[in-house]
């Protein structure tokens, strides 16, 4: 081991300077450049001192359409989400994406990883929706590595995974999806 490494933080040797992350979106459709990104969520992965993973922080965002969106109803009927719900506490692309990236870039700090890496159960799908509506929003500052992505091998659930994240429809927080997930990293390295 190099005197470098010797000084990094374990999760950043684990994972070669990636920080894994938990990602799910929901959205109206599946053409990421054009059917609204509708909300995200992502889940932090934490290290223990014995090296020993654990979830971490759960972070969920409401997203606002953008101008001009499409809304496939059959995505719409599936999520059980309406975009146009007086009660939904949405915000624009722009400000959602970066309430989430800020967090992630924290503990990439923290954890001394170069860039975070999306973890998902269909994470290609999670990704290319996350880069969209960072491009549309002009976000400069992506955490998430640019192809890189962990697709877990268990097959998705049946259910909505932001529902489970966030407890949506539930009455309370379920952990199953992301603990799941990080069971799977945890297989890793």
């Known amino acids: 081991m190099t005197e470098e490494n010797s000084q990094t933080h374990p999760m950043s040797r684990r994972f070669r300077g990636f920080l894994p992350v938990v990602v799910d979106v929901e959205t109206a459709g599946f053409n990421p450049a054009k059917d609204a990104l509708l909300e995200i969520a ?25 101008e ?22 949405a915000v624009p692309e722009r400000e959602g994406l970066s309430e989430i990236f800020s967090p992630i870039r924290k ?52 259910f909505s995974a932001v529902s489970l994240i966030a407890g949506r429809n539930l009455g309370a927080f379920h952990p199953r999806l992301s603990n799941s997930v990080i069971a799977e990293l945890k297989s890793c390295g």
């Open 107 to 158: 503990a990439m700090k923290a954890f001394d990883c170069k860039r975070a890496v999306l973890v998902g159960h269909n994470a290609t799908f999670d990704h290319n929706f996350v880069f969209a509506a960072s491009m549309r929003a002009d976000i400069k500052r992506n955490p998430f590595h640019p192809f890189s992505r962990l697709t877990t091998r268990k097959k998705p659930p049946t």
């Open 68 to 89: 001009g969106a499409n809304f496939e109803q059959s995505s719409l009927d599936f999520t059980g989400i309406d975009p146009w719900d007086p009660e939904r506490e």
């Open 42 to 66: 992502a889940v932090m992965v934490t290290m223990d001192e014995n090296g020993f993973l654990h979830r971490g922080e759960t972070y969920l965002q409401q997203i606002d359409p953008f």
